[in-house]
């Protein structure tokens, strides 16, 4: 899928486990890792560190990406978007949509709208540690109309497994 001098970008790195394997498996791909705090920045880096990997990470917010347009090939993002105001997810996905070079992709994984009330029960606990407005975009299902709206041609990559969609 990625090919060597490619650019990556992760939203919401949080610690830079994704960065760190994909640093490994691509080692002449440029990655880069965003998060909007500050103490999980710095976890990620002594990670990157201690794996003498070459990563660039930074504190930052996805709805103000410090980017050019058209830069990355790739961005990705993992459990970051139901942790995001409606307003930051919209923005976000704008300026995802504005630092991704036109035949870019962006792949992202996250809550969806539960297939049954098991899995809405499930998936809404999530609630008691967030804000329940951030979640509710996601379990609504308004994700997709969101990622649509920034610019972007939808497609699901798989069937939904754990309330997760790709």
């Known amino acids: 899928l990625l090919k060597d001098d490619n650019q990556v970008l992760d939203v919401g790195c949080g610690t830079g486990t994704f960065l760190t394997l994909g640093k490994r498996k691509y080692p002449k791909c440029h990655f880069t890792g965003i998060d909007p705090d500050e103490s999980i920045i710095e976890i990620a880096k002594n990670k990157i560190k201690k794996n003498e990997l070459d990563v660039v990470l930074l504190e930052s917010g996805a709805e103000k990406l ?25 923005k976000a996905l704008k300026e995802i949509y504005r630092v991704l070079k036109p035949k870019g992709k962006l792949i992202l994984a996250d809550i969806g709208k539960p297939k049954n009330m098991l899995w809405k029960i499930i998936l809404s606990i999530e609630s008691v540690v967030e804000p329940k407005e951030y979640i509710r975009d996601n379990l609504n299902g308004d994700l997709p109309t969101y990622i649509k709206d920034a610019g972007f041609k939808l497609s699901q990559l798989n069937k939904p497994t754990l309330g997760i969609y790709f």
């Open 66 to 90: 410090p980017f050019h347009e058209n830069y990355f090939d790739f961005v990705v993002s993992s459990l970051a978007f139901h942790h995001m105001p409606t307003d930051i997810k919209k």
